[in-house]
């Protein structure tokens, strides 16, 4: 018991220290500006539902597309040691293909938008095949080989929507993205949390997190170990086109439209960011996909707060930007090297007393 | 030193290639073949061929940008290619492009072809004063349309305009008709600088500088539904008074009326929050008519009533700049007919 108290301290939390450390200070910054900043209230919406609403529900419900495609980039960048830039334009042409097959039927029933999001599913996925086959089999650098898609997604998915803006609206679309009637937690928060188990148990029955790693540490010695290299940075970028699909879908599904140009516009960027303030080595090999999820959390809740300070949106990202240098500059390894140095330092001095004393 | 010397010679000696090979381009334009028109663009489309026409049929050439700019451009076109058909007794050459110098080729390729007007929705304004001359030394009379160009008037027979900020005033008189008796508004801006985003937001500045209207919050959401959907959240969260939405497309104000539906404030017709878009979508409309938005605003892409009028002299140019009628439909007024005709996209 004592040993696992003194492991956290000593050890802090490990990779999430920074993550937490900086959701805290967040938190603390915004309950001396303003303690009503977390409240939650219990309304009911047009459609008559009771649901939670208040700034802790837009936070978490807005990060919901970041942290899907944070947990896939999480794979992908442990695996490649790079990063996929393409994941806003793929996930425009997931969006895309997914209203699409819902226009071609009459109605839209539960099926059909099963059908949909199998549709979507495909694409991105394809589309993640493709990026991963220019990684893992012609070793071309991530951010060069998804270059490609990032150039050309949102004209792909221009011309799945035959150059307008389409609409759909049911009620099952809303409850994507929106509310169940009789659940007041909004929808897209579910599907995190569904998606982040998913993960879990995947992790848990088969070896995919270990051979990532190894992967990622060192390619040839896991590829001297009987491991195949190239499927397993293959399928990372696979796994991350089922995020973007995922992600794709509950923005859609939020307001029933798709608008090829501005749809998850720049995620990616926030995407690589979430996983990097997790705690995560753009580097590849160990990774925790909890800190990127929390990143993402990091990441709304920043905006969030900077909204409601009224800043303006065109200085929000400078003033991001200000937090994430030092977030980063905190995480860095010299800072870290230096921090243990220290601790280890005064912990050295502390023991010299106490033994003084003993004697 | 040597080698210096030698790259200094060798970026003079491509300065000078490049300097010739434009001039030799430009030279020849003016003799130009027909085919430069044709091969130059992405999509080139030509009506029936009625080459020698002592029949009557005016020759049309339209330099356009493509449809798939925009929605607004897509209806641009087809108002275009429904104006000028065959029926009307018109012969329609279309040209379309982003570019300015493949526009510039396109236009000299009309201009050799023997068109009887050519109309241009320049790329750029910049460029197009050796084309116009040439068009008016073969007598062809050139409308310009949705675009000005920095030529002289004189070479222009007239060019049918938006006027951007009109869009506004509009949006903004219809907003001070409806008397309410306090207006708290929440400003949701374009991508700023944007044409769009200039001529929406001055009207409404107006008013929040005379203080007839509140501003409660004014930010950019640089066009995205979603973005227009967190600023609103971040309002209705603050718990400020707010009764009317002013967004400057369609896309946001659906972003925010998403906002206002999860925290169950009514909207539209008989609701609490007054909801305003621009650019008239098909889709927007239909908001409109189940009155669950109020108003939404149009900068114009039919031009070409105008200009076809003008051509067959069924009306005469007042001046050298007409500017569009823009349109703005009410929620209580619109009607199906409003949708079918004006709306844009499907």
């Given at each position: 018991?004592?040993?696992?108290?003194?492991?956290?301290?000593?050890?802090?939390?490990?990779?999430?220290?920074?993550?937490?450390?900086?959701?805290?200070?967040?938190?603390?910054?915004?309950?001396?500006?303003?303690?009503?900043?977390?409240?939650?209230?219990?309304?009911?919406?047009?459609?008559?539902?009771?649901?939670?609403?208040?700034?802790?529900?837009?936070?978490?419900?807005?990060?919901?597309?970041?942290?899907?495609?944070?947990?896939?980039?999480?794979?992908?960048?442990?695996?490649?040691?790079?990063?996929?830039?393409?994941?806003?334009?793929?996930?425009?042409?997931?969006?895309?293909?997914?209203?699409?097959?819902?226009?071609?039927?009459?109605?839209?029933?539960?099926?059909?938008?099963?059908?949909?999001?199998?549709?979507?599913?495909?694409?991105?996925?394809?589309?993640?095949?493709?990026?991963?086959?220019?990684?893992?089999?012609?070793?071309?650098?991530?951010?060069?080989?998804?270059?490609?898609?990032?150039?050309?997604?949102?004209?792909?998915?221009?011309?799945?929507?035959?150059?307008?803006?389409?609409?759909?609206?049911?009620?099952?679309?809303?409850?994507?993205?929106?509310?169940?009637?009789?659940?007041?937690?909004?929808?897209?928060?579910?599907?995190?949390?569904?998606?982040?188990?998913?993960?879990?148990?995947?992790?848990?029955?088969?070896?995919?997190?270990?051979?990532?790693?190894?992967?990622?540490?060192?390619?040839?010695?896991?590829?001297?170990?009987?491991?195949?290299?190239?499927?397993?940075?293959?399928?990372?970028?696979?796994?991350?086109?089922?995020?973007?699909?995922?992600?794709?879908?509950?923005?859609?599904?939020?307001?029933?439209?798709?608008?090829?140009?501005?749809?998850?516009?720049?995620?990616?960027?926030?995407?690589?960011?979430?996983?990097?303030?997790?705690?995560?080595?753009?580097?590849?090999?160990?990774?925790?996909?909890?800190?990127?999820?929390?990143?993402?959390?990091?990441?709304?809740?920043?905006?969030?707060?900077?909204?409601?300070?009224?800043?303006?949106?065109?200085?929000?990202?400078?003033?991001?930007?200000?937090?994430?240098?030092?977030?980063?500059?905190?995480?860095?390894?010299?800072?870290?090297?230096?921090?243990?140095?220290?601790?280890?330092?005064?912990?050295?001095?502390?023991?010299?007393?106490?033994?003084?004393?003993?004697? | 030193?040597?080698?210096?010397?030698?790259?200094?010679?060798?970026?003079?000696?491509?300065?000078?290639?490049?300097?010739?090979?434009?001039?030799?381009?430009?030279?020849?334009?003016?003799?130009?073949?027909?085919?430069?028109?044709?091969?130059?663009?992405?999509?080139?489309?030509?009506?029936?061929?009625?080459?020698?026409?002592?029949?009557?049929?005016?020759?049309?050439?339209?330099?356009?940008?493509?449809?798939?700019?925009?929605?607004?451009?897509?209806?641009?076109?087809?108002?275009?290619?429904?104006?000028?058909?065959?029926?009307?007794?018109?012969?329609?050459?279309?040209?379309?492009?982003?570019?300015?110098?493949?526009?510039?080729?396109?236009?000299q390729g009309f201009i050799t072809e023997g068109v009887d007007y050519l109309l241009v929705s320049a790329a750029e304004t910049t460029g197009w004063d050796e084309v116009l001359k040439n068009a008016q030394e073969a007598g062809i009379k050139v409308y310009l349309f949705d675009r000005?160009?920095?030529?002289?008037?004189?070479?222009?027979?007239?060019?049918?305009?938006?006027?951007?900020?009109?869009?506004?005033?509009?949006?903004?008189?219809?907003?001070?008709?409806?008397?309410?008796?306090?207006?708290?508004?929440?400003?949701?801006?374009?991508?700023?600088?944007?044409?769009?985003?200039?001529?929406?937001?001055?009207?409404?500045?107006?008013?929040?500088?005379?203080?007839?209207?509140?501003?409660?919050?004014?930010?950019?959401?640089?066009?995205?539904?979603?973005?227009?959907?967190?600023?609103?959240?971040?309002?209705?969260?603050?718990?400020?008074?707010?009764?009317?939405?002013?967004?400057?497309?369609?896309?946001?104000?659906?972003?925010?009326?998403?906002?206002?539906?999860?925290?169950?404030?009514?909207?539209?017709?008989?609701?609490?929050?007054?909801?305003?878009?621009?650019?008239?979508?098909?889709?927007?409309?239909?908001?409109?008519?189940?009155?669950?938005?109020?108003?939404?605003?149009?900068?114009?892409?039919?031009?070409?009533q105008i200009i076809s009028d003008l051509i067959q002299g069924k009306t005469t140019a007042s001046s050298k700049k007409i500017i569009n009628e823009e349109k703005g439909f009410d929620a209580t007024t619109i009607t199906q007919e409003d949708i079918d005709t004006y709306g844009l996209?499907?």
């Amino acid at each position: 018991m004592k040993s696992k108290f003194q492991k956290i301290f000593k050890g802090g939390l490990g990779q999430l220290t920074i993550p937490i450390i900086a959701i805290l200070i967040l938190v603390i910054f915004n309950l001396i500006r303003d303690p009503s900043f977390f409240s939650i209230s219990v309304t009911h919406n047009n459609d008559g539902n009771i649901v939670l609403a208040g700034n802790l529900i837009s936070i978490i419900n807005a990060a919901s597309e970041l942290a899907v495609l944070a947990m896939g980039m999480t794979l992908v960048t442990a695996a490649s040691g790079g990063q996929d830039i393409s994941v806003g334009a793929a996930a425009a042409i997931a969006g895309s293909a997914f209203v699409s097959m819902l226009k071609s039927g009459s109605t839209i029933t539960g099926g059909t938008v099963l059908l949909a999001f199998f549709y979507a599913c495909l694409f991105a996925m394809a589309f993640g095949a493709f990026n991963g086959t220019l990684v893992a089999v012609f070793k071309i650098q991530p951010m060069i080989a998804t270059l490609i898609l990032y150039t050309c997604g949102r004209s792909i998915a221009y011309w799945i929507n035959g150059g307008a803006t389409p609409t759909v609206s049911s009620p099952i679309i809303t409850a994507i993205g929106s509310f169940i009637p009789g659940i007041p937690i909004p929808t897209p928060v579910i599907i995190v949390i569904v998606v982040a188990i998913i993960f879990k148990l995947v992790f848990h029955f088969t070896s995919l997190e270990l051979f990532t790693q190894s992967v990622g540490i060192n390619e040839k010695a896991a590829r001297l170990n009987g491991i195949n290299a190239t499927w397993i940075k293959l399928l990372s970028f696979i796994i991350l086109g089922l995020c973007v699909a995922v992600a794709g879908v509950i923005s859609v599904s939020r307001l029933g439209l798709i608008n090829h140009e501005t749809i998850l516009l720049d995620v990616e960027m926030d995407a690589i960011l979430a996983v990097a303030i997790g705690g995560n080595s753009l580097g590849g090999g160990k990774f925790k996909i909890s800190g990127s999820i929390i990143g993402a959390y990091v990441i709304h809740m920043l905006t969030i707060t900077l909204y409601a300070m009224k800043v303006s949106s065109t200085d929000v990202k400078a003033y991001k930007a200000i937090v994430i240098i030092l977030l980063v500059v905190i995480g860095s390894p010299v800072i870290k090297s230096k921090f243990t140095k220290r601790m280890t330092q005064l912990k050295n001095r502390k023991t010299k007393v106490s033994t003084k004393g003993a004697l | 030193m040597k080698k210096r010397l030698k790259s200094i010679l060798m970026t003079g000696v491509l300065a000078m290639s490049m300097f010739l090979t434009a001039c030799g381009s430009s030279g020849g334009d003016k003799g130009g073949d027909s085919t430069t028109a044709s091969s130059g663009g992405d999509k080139t489309t030509e009506a029936a061929a009625t080459k020698d026409d002592a029949t009557g049929t005016i020759k049309v050439g339209v330099v356009n940008n493509p449809p798939s700019e925009s929605g607004y451009r897509e209806a641009n076109v087809k108002d275009m290619e429904a104006v000028f058909s065959a029926e009307n007794g018109y012969e329609l050459k279309t040209f379309y492009s982003l570019k300015n110098d493949e526009q510039l080729q396109a236009a000299q390729g009309f201009i050799t072809e023997g068109v009887d007007y050519l109309l241009v929705s320049a790329a750029e304004t910049t460029g197009w004063d050796e084309v116009l001359k040439n068009a008016q030394e073969a007598g062809i009379k050139v409308y310009l349309f949705d675009r000005m160009i920095d030529v002289d008037e004189s070479l222009y027979e007239a060019a049918v305009v938006s006027d951007m900020s009109a869009e506004g005033d509009l949006a903004v008189k219809w907003l001070l008709d409806q008397n309410l008796p306090e207006y708290n508004v929440i400003h949701i801006q374009g991508a700023m600088g944007s044409d769009a985003q200039i001529g929406r937001t001055g009207a409404l500045d107006e008013q929040f500088a005379s203080g007839k209207m509140n501003k409660v919050v004014q930010q950019t959401a640089t066009w995205d539904e979603a973005e227009a959907k967190k600023i609103v959240e971040s309002v209705i969260n603050s718990g400020e008074k707010f009764n009317v939405i002013y967004a400057e497309n369609d896309g946001m104000a659906k972003g925010a009326v998403a906002a206002l539906d999860e925290a169950g404030i009514t909207h539209g017709v008989d609701g609490d929050v007054i909801v305003m878009g621009f650019d008239c979508n098909k889709w927007a409309l239909r908001e409109l008519l189940a009155k669950k938005w109020n108003y939404d605003g149009q900068c114009s892409p039919f031009q070409a009533q105008i200009i076809s009028d003008l051509i067959q002299g069924k009306t005469t140019a007042s001046s050298k700049k007409i500017i569009n009628e823009e349109k703005g439909f009410d929620a209580t007024t619109i009607t199906q007919e409003d949708i079918d005709t004006y709306g844009l996209g499907e």
